[in-house]
């Protein structure tokens, strides 16, 4: 699998293993299962050192923040189980994500500023500071059990797949793209589970 990414995309075995890693940690998050956080941990461990040697900054430090999350999202999802042993599931309200979307695009702007300001050879500051707060905030959500981390994830994969395309790494860009689409199922999924747990928590009256 390694040796066809990498002819095709022109990738290393390095990032075509660390896409693998990625997209089982997005495919088993979206069945609930503890196993996504060690794939994300792993993964997030390559890109850490794939980033840095691209010089996308806030993408090595976001990867630093992801190697954290892998571990507190697995002791969260272990805590937050429901009677049935399934991963339980929230929902915030419309205020509540708004402010927390315009903290990410104020951060965004002083971060790729920043960037601009102090590095000679930062590149795209402004994109590269919005994929990784939203990022920040989306796997925070997820580690949270948030329904609504999916539609944020819309967002900010493809803008991400769009970054990664633009540096050369091609494979990245595929399985972000890629993501968009899963996401969009993981949404459904949950949603789904989210009625049942409601339904059980809340029975029906009696006729």
Do not use: K
């Amino acid at each position: 699998m390694q040796n066809w990414m990498q002819q095709l995309f022109g990738t290393s075995p390095w990032e075509a293993g660390a896409v693998l890693l990625a997209l089982a940690y997005l495919l088993l998050a979206v069945r609930r299962n503890l196993w996504s956080w060690p794939c994300a941990f792993v993964s997030a461990v390559i890109y850490l050192v794939l980033f840095a040697r691209q010089a996308l900054y806030m993408q090595t430090l976001l990867q630093l923040f992801y190697i954290g999350m892998a571990v507190y999202g697995f002791v969260e999802w272990r805590r937050g189980r429901t009677e049935d042993g399934q991963v339980s599931i929230s929902s915030r309200p419309l205020l509540w994500h708004g402010l927390r979307l315009g903290l990410v695009v104020v951060a965004s702007g002083v971060n790729g500023w920043l960037l601009t300001r102090f590095s000679s050879d930062a590149q795209s500051p402004y994109l590269d500071s919005f994929v990784m707060w939203g990022s920040v905030l989306t796997t925070w959500m997820v580690a949270r059990r948030i329904i609504e981390n999916w539609l944020y994830w819309v967002v900010f994969d493809s803008v991400a797949a769009y970054l990664y395309f633009t540096q050369g790494l091609h494979a990245t860009a595929l399985l972000f793209g890629a993501y968009v689409g899963i996401v969009i199922h993981g949404y459904g999924v949950w949603r789904r589970e989210q009625r049942l747990q409601q339904a059980v928590v809340t029975p029906q009256p009696a006729v």
